[in-house]
């Protein structure tokens, strides 16, 4: 019986070669969910609405509904397309303000891209 030797032969490192190349993911484009003043709801109102959509604390209602209130507009959110289109569509659906005879419908709300 001959004796075979094995030469030791480099295998290339695919997973380093391919971790090399891969390239970090692309960030999904963020869009603002924008409510727009009316005289038709009340700082309670809007309050009240970001604390239940949007989970923001009572300061943080506040400031935006200030914000709404001198500017005409707030942003509420900045999030991806899919999430401000929902939040933006909930806001519509909020309803009338409960008790206030010039409310007869939700705020008006709709999405625009954020600055980059």
């Known amino acids: 019986m001959s004796e075979q030797k094995s030469a ?3 295998e290339p490192d695919v ?3 391919q971790s090399a190349q891969r390239k970090p993911p692309k ?16 700082y309670d109102y809007v309050i009240t609405m970001l604390k239940e959509l ?24 900045t999030t991806t397309m899919e999430h401000a289109e929902l939040k933006r569509d909930q806001i519509k659906a909020y309803g009338a303000e409960k008790g206030n005879p010039k ?7 709709t999405i625009e891209p954020a600055p980059e």
């Open 15 to 17: 997973e380093a070669d």
């Open 54 to 77: 949007f989970g923001h604390k009572e300061e943080r209602g506040f400031k935006i509904a200030t914000e709404v209130d001198k500017t005409g507009r707030g942003i509420c959110l």
């Open 103 to 109: 409310s007869k419908g939700s705020m008006s709300a």
């Open 27 to 42: 960030r999904q484009p963020r869009y603002n969910v924008i409510l727009w003043n009316d005289d038709d709801h009340t």
């Open 8 to 10: 030791a032969v480099a």
